[in-house]
T-cell receptor, first 110, second 113 residues
């Protein structure tokens, strides 16, 4: 089983709509969780960290469910500039590395 | 920009050859991690260097090796290249532990023919 699983999509989203996706992780010892954004042929960039209490940054909301071992990202009022791949990332305790999912490809359509 | 630079930008090699990729970390960062990203996949961890020592390794064969220098820049060396080594190689710098934000360089796109 992969450490981090995501449905790659693509998720075709009308401009202004809301889109949400989850990722699941396999290691219950995972301690830190992140969403990274990757534009086509560019490097990943941190979008937001994910805290146990959930967190919001403008139009973006991230949630963590430790019992079910999944992380979610919700984007409200989608903009054309939100088109990108969103990578779910997990840091495993005692292991100095990040485990990335395949990414959720989001295409915002005018 | 993240302040992390990588060279070269693109590289074409043939099977069996050797390659060295370079990364300069962001000022003040002492940790460099290397990742391989195949087309349509997420980045896969190769290894991490912290203060010039290897500090964790992913599931890659020994022909993938690395170095970190006193100025915290780093190299990734791959021997006996195989077709499946064709990928984007990303380095990321950070300060200390992995749960600190990692800042990625633009990557080196390696094509093995």
């Amino acid at each position: 089983r992969k450490e981090v699983e995501q449905d790659p999509g693509p998720f075709n989203v009308p401009e202004g709509a809301t889109v949400a996706f989850n990722c699941t992780y396999s290691n219950s010892a995972s301690q830190s969780f992140f969403w990274y954004r990757q534009d086509c042929r560019k490097e990943p960039k941190l979008l937001m960290s994910v805290y146990s209490s959930g967190n919001e940054d403008g139009r973006f909301t991230a949630q963590l469910n430790r019992a079910s071992q999944y992380i979610s990202l919700l984007i409200r009022d989608s903009k054309l500039s939100d088109s990108a791949t969103y990578l779910c990332v997990v840091n495993i305790e005692g292991n100095n590395r990040l485990a990335f999912g395949k990414g959720n490809q989001v295409v915002v359509i005018p | 920009e993240t302040g992390v630079t990588q060279s070269p930008t693109h590289l074409i090699k043939t099977r069996g050859q050797q390659v060295t990729l370079r990364c300069s970390s962001q000022s003040g960062h002492n940790t460099v991690s290397w990742y391989q990203q195949a087309l349509g996949q997420g980045p896969q961890f190769i290894f991490q260097y912290y203060r010039e020592e290897e500090n964790g390794r992913g599931n890659f064969p020994p022909r993938f090796s690395g170095l970190q220098f006193p100025n915290y820049s780093s190299e990734l060396n791959v021997n006996a290249l195989e077709l499946d080594d064709s990928a984007l190689y990303l380095c990321a710098s950070s300060l200390g532990r992995a749960d600190n934000e990692q800042f990625f360089g633009p990557g080196t796109r390696l094509t093995v023919l």
